[in-house]
């Protein structure tokens, strides 16, 4: 029933009952909500068995249940009518009274005829009511499974009715629906321009199949909630002017056994027909998650429904003009098989915006908005750090309506303030947003790290530099771009990496004599690598070549099995003192580099405090400058 391909799809005989019995037949290419069966067979086979139901058990007035007993008595005193005997009941009327039935339950008694015979009794039998027989131990259980069945596929997939079992619930935005632009879009400037290619190949393949070059087959866009991926997704579609097939992977998990596989097998033969086209599959981390994650038997329709897409992935050929989009916030639980080359190959981050980005989205989402004269939405959006592009639209919002409820004419700044509050209220809650003093401890705190990156040998240069809250654990970040893949690392490299990870927490020494818990991710990683190079690589010189740690033992092996020390106590108490001793130099060494870099450390704080993200070049000019 999920096979679609030919013109005019074969039709089943249920199908074709409901063509007889009037229903509307859902055409295959058209999946919206299915019409709500307005006649159903049902209304008129119900009451019948009702009706019947109660004849049979309780029949009517005139016909009397009298025991066994009573019915020998009553042939023995001569005083019976013609009978009908069935297999299970006998019925009859009395002599005198031929109006007066009666009914009693057949036992088994050999002398019934007999009897019967001796009193001279008019007797036949019948074989009872077949039909009614039939369609209680027939029908009826059968039924009442279908209406089971039925009711269950409804609640399993809302808006699948039986017919349509199997097909896909994919809506088809047609680009006129979704008219979303690139316009429409702010603040995530770089995911955007990458996924202007995606846009270029769908309006003309020809120009990169002529020169031989493969395009990618999924991209699979990542970032925290409410950034704007399922906007952004839309956007290459509405830019493109190509279908969009959007459907969530919360949807495929919450079906039926074997409906999920089916619908990922219909989804792309729908797409195929329509190419060039885009298959969004948006929260793919709720069918992606890890194969074989789940110890307790795992969701095997999930699996199912993930390898079926894995296969359909793989036998797509993109030059067919179909582009499959994803997106998700939990890139780490994914299966690594949809991220190997020929599936989601191509990862577009899609990061909280800065303030430029904030104040562009704020443009955007008070277009529509009358704007007192004295807003500035620059202020607003250096005030709102951490927060989304669903923040912000929702902050717009908030004003407006705290605008309208006080009839004023136009939405102020003081709108705004209240809004700010009301909204940041709710996600200092969920500790995104920081005040003044954190931020500045922050900004010098990742200036930091940067500095001392850029300072020593083998460190990674600098990429980017925010302060722009991250979730919980990180309020800031450094990122470092490699510049080659690496397989060892020497023992200068691993004290240059101890000394980036301590830079954030020597900023903060330096500059404010106080220390904050920012720190402690730094430090925990700091004393794992300064314990690796003692007891792993013997890299100390006073322990010497031994090795005081094994490697992890199989994961199902009982903990502290295999891995248990291999040293005495005094040995424990010696490495200690290597791995503080690693650390504190690393530490003395750091305060150095920042000392005598001190007005870079204060210039590029300040610029952050200003502009939340600063590239790895203005700092390298910085410091080239001092
Ligand atoms: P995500 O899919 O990343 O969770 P959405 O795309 O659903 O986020 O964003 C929700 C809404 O927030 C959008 O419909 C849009 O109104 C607004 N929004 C989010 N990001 C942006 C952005 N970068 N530019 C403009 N509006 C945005
Ligand atoms: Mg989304
Ligand atoms: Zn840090």
Sequence with gaps: MTENDNKEPPKSILEVIRARLGFKSDSPSKTGPPTKAGFNIWYILLPFLIFTMVQQFFPSATVEKIPYS????????????????????????????????????????PELVKDLKEHNVTYSGSYGNKLISF??????????????????????????????????????????????????????????????????????PDKFQKLGGRIPKGVLLVGPPG???????????????????????????????????????????????????????????????????????????????????????????????????????????????????????RQVLVDRPDINGREAILKIHSKNVLLGDEVDLRKIAGRTPGFVGADLANLVNEAALLAARNNKETVEAADFDEAI?????????????????????????????????????????????????????????TQQQPTEDRYLMTRQELLDRLAVLLGGRVAEELVFEEISTGAQNDLQRATDIARSMVTEYGMSESLGLVTYERPRQSMFAPEGFGSGKTYSEGKAAEIDEEISRFVEEAHQRVRNILSERRTVLDKLAQLLSEKESVQGEELREMLAAS
């Design 421 to 477: 509050d009301r909204v940041v209220g709710g996600l200092e809650k969920k500790n995104r947003v920081m005040n003044d003093q954190e931020k500045k401890i922050v900004a010098f705190h990742e200036s930091g790290h940067a500095i001392v990156a850029e300072s020593v040998e083998h460190a990674d240069p600098v990429h980017k530099i925010s302060i722009i809250p991250r979730g919980i654990a990180a309020l800031g970040y």
């Design 70 to 109: 009573q019915f020998k008595q009553y042939i023995s005193q001569g005083k019976l009518g013609p009978l009908v005997i069935e297999q299970e009941n006998i019925h009859g009327t009395l002599a005198e009274k031929p109006g007066q039935r009666f009914i009693t339950v057949r036992v088994n008694d």
């Design 135 to 204: 369609i209680f131990s027939w029908i009826i259980p059968i039924g009442i499974f279908f209406l089971i069945w039925r009711f269950t596929m409804k609640k399993m997939s809302p808006g699948a009715g039986v017919m349509s079992f199997g097909k896909s619930k994919a809506k088809v935005f047609a680009e006129s629906e979704t008219k979303v632009s690139f316009a429409d879009v702010a603040g995530i400037d770089e995911a955007t321009e990458e996924l202007l290619e995606v846009v270029d190949f769908l309006v003309s």
């Design 227 to 345: 950034t704007g991926k399922t906007l952004l997704a839309k956007a290459v579609a509405g830019e493109a002017k190509v279908p969009f097939f959007s459907i969530s992977g919360s949807e495929f998990v919450e079906m039926f056994v074997g409906v999920g596989a089916a619908r990922v097998r219909d989804l792309f033969s729908q797409a195929a027909k329509q190419a060039p086209c885009i298959i969004f599959i948006d929260e793919l981390d709720a069918l992606g998650k890890a194969r074989g994650m789940n110890v307790m038997g795992g969701h095997d329709e999930r699996e199912q429904t993930l390898n079926q897409l894995l296969v359909e992935m793989d036998g797509f050929d993109t030059n067919k003009g179909v582009i499959i989009m994803s997106a998700t916030n939990r890139p780490e639980i994914l299966d690594p098989a949809l991220l190997r080359p020929g599936r989601f190959d």
